[in-house]
């Protein structure tokens, strides 16, 4: 039987179990931004075309709003078609493809990540504390404070995991960090730095003084390679690549970024499975950034089990 697209969206934010302030804000971007040209479409006829259409009006005056919007129509269709998981990652190239390109906000501009291959072959050139510590915040997507401040107690080698506690974490939760095997080489290649202490509460990337580098010693890198973009743009760079290259839920990108999960239920999936997926993606992210995936699309590769 033919279903409407916007009596999916309602059942997929039911069956999400999506509540309270997340749900108001779900279904009224649906309502205002994509029913009106999307909710009485079958939901096997919605493309990239009829999804463009429907952003257009947003896409470069409500930025943040559109793309949340164009997440939720994605995860709508990756709920009720059968080729779901397959095409979402397709529509949202395709999207991007006949949109303008949306403004960035000047406070964290983000790298292209198209661009970030050829940026980190540059970086590695770079034989500093600071190259390196630059050189894990894209590898590992993490908050420039996270990786400046981490200790070896933190890092887990045989593992493959950097656990950041929660005090050092903006939603003061500890944060597992599946390490693929591109930032565990930078990691390693940290502790035989001149200046390197390898006690478990020193810090991994010490500054001249012995104490945590300063935010503006990564930004400076930048400023030296004549790059136009921030610290934390890359956090950004990371996101759109995930969103066109992956075929993996949006959430799983979030849980990488550390960013909030809406509610209790997402939360206790996270737990049970997101790990394993994020390990995957940030492998997949590891041979993107090293340049050595060797395809546009950077593909799924089997993660290491713990």
Not at 66 to 76: H, P, Y
Not at 150 to 167: H, M, Q, S, Y
Not at 204 to 232: C, N, Q, W, Y
Request: glycine share 6%.
């Amino acid at each position: 039987m033919a279903r409407f697209f916007n009596e999916v969206a309602l059942e997929f934010i039911e069956q999400r179990e999506i509540s309270g302030k997340s749900r108001q804000q779900a279904i009224s971007r649906l309502e205002k931004y994509a029913f009106p040209s999307l909710g009485k479409l079958q939901v096997q006829s919605v493309d990239a075309d009829n999804i463009a259409e429907a952003l257009r009006p947003i896409w470069t005056t409500k930025p943040e709003t559109a793309v949340r919007t164009r997440d939720l129509i994605l995860r709508t269709l990756r709920f009720a078609r059968p080729d779901g998981a397959l095409l979402e990652t397709t529509l949202a190239r395709a999207i991007t493809d006949r949109l303008p390109a949306q403004p960035r906000n000047k406070n964290f501009a983000a790298m292209p990540y198209t661009q970030v291959p050829e940026f980190m072959a540059k970086l590695t050139q770079k034989k500093t504390m600071g190259s390196l510590a630059l050189q894990t915040v894209i590898l590992t997507a993490t908050r420039s404070g996270e990786t400046r401040g981490a200790t070896w107690r933190e890092i887990d080698f045989k593992a493959g995991v950097w656990t950041v506690p929660a005090e050092r974490m903006k939603m003061k939760r500890p944060h597992r960090i599946p390490l693929s095997p591109e930032a565990i080489a930078v990691l390693k290649a940290a502790r035989v730095m001149p200046k390197a202490d390898l006690k478990a509460d020193s810090l991994v990337f010490p500054g001249a003084t012995g104490k945590p580098l300063s935010d503006m010693t990564l930004t400076k890198i930048l400023r030296d390679m004549k790059e136009p973009f921030t610290v934390h743009g890359m956090r950004s760079s990371f996101r759109d690549w995930a969103a066109e290259q992956m075929s993996m839920p949006g959430e799983i990108a979030e849980a990488a970024l550390a960013h909030a999960v809406p509610n209790a239920v997402e939360a206790a999936y996270r737990r049970t499975t997101f790990f394993d997926k994020r390990r995957e993606m940030m492998e997949a992210w590891g041979s993107f950034c090293d340049g050595s995936d060797g395809a546009d699309v950077v593909p799924i590769r089997k993660g290491r089990g713990q």
